[in-house]
């Protein structure tokens, strides 16, 4: 019993280590003894054996049986106070530990997020919010990242209206029509950039325009991109060169009428290019401005130099069509020609002017061979002008001048006849007096009178870069007795008459015996009963304008016999045999081709087998060639023929 009460009190003390200790050793200890006892046994006392066996299950049990009474004891009130002390100190401190941890966190979190604000993302234009048209304006991007982070990849879109041209800068890269971008690259934390941009300001009227910007950027914290959008305003008021019209109110049908163009240089800059643009309309016939051409396709004219504080005055000469009381309106422009040949536009101004009825009533009537009032002639052609004026006033007119200007590559000028009058060759007119025709003396209220002329156009003709030709004319005259506003010599205009020409589409054949593209045979000349071979090329020309789905029909005659040799320079070729006949098609024939451009051309082998008795000068190894096409430039349809191919215009001799 006093090893119990030791085993007892060992496993309530504090210190349990005694115990374990214990336990070890015991069991140690009666490991041991079960060994010995294994390894000497006592064979002559088996009971004895027995016995003890039985005594250790005995002892076994017991000491389980005292270990579960020992820990129904209960604890001592202070040691159980002490555990529960210790405990709690652990999971306060635990939990206070995970409390600070938590808003240790959401203070981090917060502090980042609110480093990062995008109202902080400022984008400011600083510069004149008022400028005048002709004039620059300049201004200074600010771009502030009042934030605690960074910004990362950072570029700036600035989208401008077309009365903005902005000035090229090292910083500046193209953008989308109307835009153009700056890369503002990285951005620390509180960092501002700024760019000074410059704009060219064009605007006809006094207006409102917007700056408009994009800013595109990444914060360092955010793994999203974020656009800044804002809006500049810009007040476009006036113009540095104002410009305006004037004329005579009242004009009648033809009545050649001076405008009066006044520029004012408003500014401390010289203009030294600008330009004048006039909007011909249909009713409006310009004459002349007295200005140098920037070029023959446009209506745009060269203005020289205008110093700072100069006005200038230019003239522009033209008449007006339409009804009788119809208000007409010439407008014109003042402006540059930017850098892609785009006018822009720095002031413009316009002018009416009513249509009363006409005090000479003068028009042309033109005829090509038979056909009258023609607008398309062919090289070569005649033809025939008549010009008719009438005085519609209540008074007679005297002394009065006729004169046609005609204008055109195609004139052949050595043909030109005028009846009673003179043609200037130097300045491509003719002119009419009283003196070559009585009506022009005196023209009565009501009274008629004419007068004609003709000339030929070119048959062959080519000019480099001038595929689609015109000729004009335009009648005008004039008397001292109408009063003038703005003119000594009051004149009346016809209406402006274009005669379109023709292309000149020529076809040449040829033929040959002795040929390098196709072996031919047979006797030369040919023989009855014997067949002999011969070549046949066909080149084609064409000098002024485009010939679109050309076809080209060969009739061959029934004793022909067709080879299925051909060459062609392009196109395409089919033969009928039932019918014997060969087209040729092209898609296009070009302006130039056979002049300045290689032919197009054809050549095909046929064979012939002359009859018993038949002349040979007789033979016809062409019935007929026949063209078809549409001619774009006078917009019709083109039909050409051409006679036969005879065997005696055959050579002997290659091509």
């Known amino acids: 019993m006093s090893a119990l009460r030791d085993l007892h009190r060992k496993l309530h003390s504090i210190d349990n280590k005694a115990l374990v200790e214990r336990k070890n050793s015991l069991d140690d200890y009666s490991t041991k003894e079960t060994n010995r006892e294994k390894s000497v046994p006592d064979k002559n006392n088996s009971d004895n054996l027995k016995l003890k ?10 000491p389980n049986k005292e270990e579960n009474q020992l820990n129904e004891i209960p604890l001592d009130s202070s040691q159980e106070n002490s555990f529960f002390k210790r405990n709690i100190k652990i999971i306060l401190i635990t939990f206070l530990s995970l409390i600070f941890l938590v808003v240790a966190g959401v203070f981090y979190v917060k502090y980042k997020q609110g480093s990062f604000e995008q109202e902080n993302v400022l984008i400011e234009f600083q510069g004149n919010k008022e400028v005048r048209s002709g004039e620059k304006l300049a201004q200074k991007l600010i771009i502030n990242n009042n934030n605690r982070t960074a910004l990362k990849n950072t570029k700036i879109k600035i989208i401008f209206p077309e009365e903005l041209r902005p000035v090229q800068a090292s910083f500046i890269e193209s953008g989308p029509a109307g835009s153009f971008y700056i890369n503002t690259g990285d951005m620390k934390k509180f960092e501002k950039k700024s760019y000074e941009i410059q704009f060219s300001v064009y605007s006809s009227f006094d207006s409102q325009v917007y700056l408009n910007t994009e800013f595109s950027y990444m914060p360092e914290n955010f793994n999203s991109n974020f656009v800044k959008e804002t809006t ?6 006036g113009s540095v060169v104002s410009f305006s019209l004037v004329s005579q109110q009242e004009a009648s049908f033809g009545e050649t009428v001076k405008f009066i163009g006044v520029l004012n240089n408003n500014s401390d800059t010289s203009f030294d290019n600008l330009i004048l643009e006039i909007n011909k309309n249909n009713f409006f016939q310009f004459e002349s401005s007295g200005l140098e051409k920037i070029s023959e396709s446009d209506d745009r004219f060269r203005i020289p130099t205008l110093k700072n504080g100069e006005k200038m005055e230019v003239e522009i000469l033209g008449g007006f069509t339409g009804e009788v009381n119809s208000i007409q309106k ?37 005829n090509a061979g038979s056909n009258s009032d023609a607008d398309v002639v062919g090289a070569g052609e005649s033809l025939g002008y008549t010009i008719n004026f009438r005085n519609n006033t209540s008074s007679p007119l005297t002394d009065l ?3 046609e200007k005609i204008e055109g590559d195609l004139i052949d000028e050595s043909t030109i006849k005028v009846n009673n009058g003179h043609y200037n060759q130097e300045n491509k007119e003719i002119i009419w007096k009283a003196s070559d025709v009585p009506a022009l003396k005196v023209l009565n209220p009501g009274q008629s009178g004419s007068a004609t002329f003709k000339f030929n156009t070119k048959k062959d003709f080519f000019a480099e870069n001038k595929k689609n030709h015109i000729i004009t004319s ?26 379109k020409v023709k292309t000149n589409l020529e076809v040449l054949t040829f033929g040959s015996f002795d040929d390098t593209i196709f072996d031919n045979y047979g006797p030369v000349p040919v023989v009855s009963g014997e067949e002999t071979s011969i070549t046949i090329k066909v080149d084609l020309k064409n000098n002024f304008n485009k010939v679109r789905d050309f076809k080209m029909l060969i009739k061959l005659p029934s ?13 395409e070729v089919n033969f009928n045999p039932r019918a014997n006949e060969l087209t040729w098609n092209v898609k296009a024939i070009e302006p130039g081709v056979g002049y300045d451009k290689p032919v197009e051309e054809l050549l095909f082998q046929i064979a012939v087998n002359p009859q018993v008795n038949q002349t040979i000068n007789d033979i016809k190894l062409i019935n007929s060639i026949t063209l078809n096409g549409y001619e ?16 005696n215009n055959v050579s002997e001799n290659g091509f």
């Not at 422009?333 to 850098?339: M, N, P, Y």
């Not at 067709?562 to 392009?570: E, F, L, P, R």
Request: aromatic letters at 4%.
């Open 53 to 62: 066996n039985k005594e250790e299950e005995i002892s076994k049990d017991t």
């Open 232 to 237: 500049h305003l810009v007040d476009i008021g």
């Open 330 to 366: 010439l407008s014109s422009r003042i402006g540059i020609l930017g850098d892609d040949e785009k006018f822009l536009e720095i002031s413009s101004a316009e002018e009416v002017v009513k249509i009363i009825p006409s005090r000479i009533g003068i028009t042309q009537k033109i």
């Open 401 to 403: 001048i006729l004169i």
């Open 474 to 499: 335009r009648s005008r005259i004039s008397s001292l007795n109408i009063n003038s506003n703005l003119l000594g010599n009051k004149e009346i205009s016809s209406e402006k008459e274009e005669v």
């Open 559 to 571: 004793g022909i016999t067709w080879k299925d040799k051909i060459s062609k320079s392009s196109g």
């Open 632 to 647: 774009e430039f006078i917009e019709e349809k083109i039909y050409l023929q051409k006679d036969g191919f005879e065997i």
